[in-house]
């Protein structure tokens, strides 16, 4: 344990009101983005016993989410909603300082304390139960949110998904190679470039009003679902911070190109990368089951595409942070923002590879469920 933060998490509990005493803290090194923490207090259980009762405590990405008070009222407003709604649905809980607040900020940072759920996550996942649990956990979450006012909501990162904006941001970084770094990855950049267009497609789509807007997850990772820990059904759906209007393409190509490659996202060998078909099936299956009703026939057209979208995106954000010096998200060795990007390039072509089996087993999913 670091003594200067177990005592900054002391202070972040004592300002949220948990009774200690305090003993101990775990980093948890899932988040690319936040600090996540989880705290350890000692408790009377009732009886006299002592128990050991746990919260988790972010440091919220300032660099990242600009206004981080806005960002905590849309969680209120979105969990206030799922709770009231759909009352047996677990939410996490986020407590609130003495004034009120749930937030704190000073000094050292923004903080927010919620309750810590015990569980199991996945990376990768070769478990097609889980896949498809997790499928049907975020469709049942789009699906929660479908009658919620978008209008409500403040978009936390404008245009995080607008893949145009982020090309429009790799090149003018390109030009201007502030670290000198644009020399060395000029294979990454004439791909990508090459396939700006087909990249693309779902962000002119959407500009040209062509598919509707809904409340999406944005960030639909596979370990954004808890579940667990012994029967592995999902718990719940975690990291709200970028619930916005989006597209249904957004949640479904995010979660696609991050649970359905054959390799972590980050894999230093990206020549391993590539579609687990199975695993595609799986997703596509749960998370169908639930949104098919909803969902119209040009939204389900752009599903396939919308997976190699997002892993164009990714890469275009990965590429972008290495050739400005690593500025947005965590690194753990100098080139991994580098092996990010080749892991998505090498994704990305193989979905090109794949796209009619992808497209063809989503319509088939459709079909099954839509209920017409
Ligand atoms: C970030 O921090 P994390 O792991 O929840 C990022 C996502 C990326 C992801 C890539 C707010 O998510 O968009 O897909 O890294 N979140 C933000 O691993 O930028
Ligand atoms: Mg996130």
Partial sequence: MNPEIARKLLQVGEA???????????????????????????????????????????????????????????????????????????????????????????????????????????????????????????????????????????????DFHNTRKRYEKLKADMAADPCGRVAEVRAELDWLLSAEDEACRLTDMQEQGELPLRVTHNDTKINNVLFDEATHQPLVVIDLDTVMPGLVGHDFGDAIRFAANFVEEDCPQAEKAGVNLNVFWAFAEGFLKKTAATLTEAEVATLGNSCFTLACELATRFLDDYIVGDKYFKIRSPQHNLERTRCQIALAKDMQVKLDAMNAIVRDCWVRYRGW
Avoid at 33 to 44: A, L, Q, S
Avoid at 80 to 89: M, V
Avoid at 135 to 158: H, K, V
């Fill in 16 to 158: 949220f009101r948990i009774p200690g005493p305090f003993f101990s803290y775990e980093e948890i090194k899932m988040g690319n983005v936040n600090h996540t923490y989880k705290v350890n207090y000692i408790r009377d259980d009732g009886s006299g016993m002592a128990q050991i009762k746990s919260y988790l405590v972010q440091r919220v990405n300032t660099y990242a989410f600009q206004d981080p008070v806005a960002l905590m009222s849309n969680i209120d407003k979105v969990t206030e909603y799922i709770h009231h709604k759909f009352p047996e649905t677990k939410c996490l809980h986020f407590h609130h300082t003495a004034e009120r607040s749930n937030y704190l900020m000073d000094q050292d940072g923004f903080w927010r304390l919620s309750n810590y759920v015990p569980s199991v996550t996945f990376n990768s996942c070769d478990d097609l139960n889980v896949v498809r649990s997790a499928g049907e956990a975020f469709g049942d979450f789009q699906m929660m949110l479908s009658d919620f006012d978008a209008g409500a909501l403040y978009y936390t990162i404008p």
